[in-house]
T-cell receptor, first 115, second 113 residues
Framework: AQKVTQAQTEISVVEKEDVTLDCVYETRDTTYYLFWYKQPPSGELVFLIR??????QNEISGRYSWNFQKSTSSFNFTITASQVVDSAVYFC????????????FGEGTQLTVNP | DTGVSQDPRHKITKRGQNVTFRCDPI?????LYWYRQTLGQGPEFLTYFQNEAQLEKSRLLSDRFSAERPKGSFSTLEIQRTEQGDSAMYLC???????????FGEGSRLTVL
């Protein structure tokens, strides 16, 4: 069975601080995909990134960056110079190749960026 | 707006009543998913369709739940004889087969009194 753990339930930072959201996953499959989604107060889950298990290259997109490390089964997400608009719940999710299209989500991290 | 749309956005019902939610996916997406999310939790998979075929159902989907996608376009999720434990946000998502990314709607929030 697969599992995603987001140990940080809530994080509060002041604007312009950098913040890292942790994600640890468990799976026995060798082919899998990892995702991050953002859920603002409006409720809609917004796709941020997908990574497959064979691509450990870190990725940067503007103020967002992702650090994928298979050795520690982690897929952490860093927001640089945080802004108030980054306030949301962030979910890490896992899909294994043999599960059809089912995503297994973590419990989410509530990020609050204060002005 | 060409995103995933869900209707109604909010539904309040009394225990024992039936409710139905509708989801219209992104038009070129052949896969459609239903998830349930309770307060403070991540979304939990309920079921998914590829075109009109329902390919997988979670054990969370009790006999009181039924989902359809009759023409491979929109989908409905019906809950019969609602219980207070059914109170949750019901999320619909769609994707292109193989692409991986799911695009979610804003959800239908159900409150059972």
């Amino acid at each position: 069975a697969q599992k995603v753990t987001q140990a940080q339930t809530e994080i509060s930072v002041v604007e312009k601080e950098d913040v890292t959201l942790d994600c640890v996953y468990e799976t026995r499959d060798t082919t899998y995909y990892l995702f991050w989604y953002k859920q603002p107060p409006s409720g809609e889950l917004v796709f941020l990134i997908r990574r497959n298990s064979f691509d450990e290259q870190n990725e940067i997109s503007g103020r967002y960056s992702w650090n994928f490390q298979k050795s520690t089964s982690s897929f952490n997400f860093t927001i640089t110079a945080s802004q108030v608009v980054d306030s949301a719940v962030y979910f890490c999710a896992l899909r294994i190749e043999t599960s059809g299209s089912r995503l297994t989500f973590g419990e989410g991290t509530q990020l609050t960026v204060n002005p | 707006d060409t995103g995933v749309s869900q209707d109604p956005r909010h539904k309040i019902t009394k225990r024992g009543q039936n409710v139905t939610f509708r989801c219209d996916p992104i038009s070129e997406h052949n896969r459609l998913y239903w998830y349930r999310q309770t307060l403070g939790q991540g979304p939990e998979f309920l079921t998914y369709f590829q075109n009109e075929a329902q390919l997988e159902k979670s054990r969370l989907l009790s006999d009181r739940f039924s989902a359809e996608r009759p023409k491979g376009s929109f989908s409905t999720l019906e809950i019969q004889r609602t219980e207070q434990g059914d109170s949750a946000m019901y999320l619909c998502a769609s994707s292109i087969q193989g692409a991986g990314e799911l695009f979610f709607g804003e959800g239908s929030r159900l409150t059972v009194l």
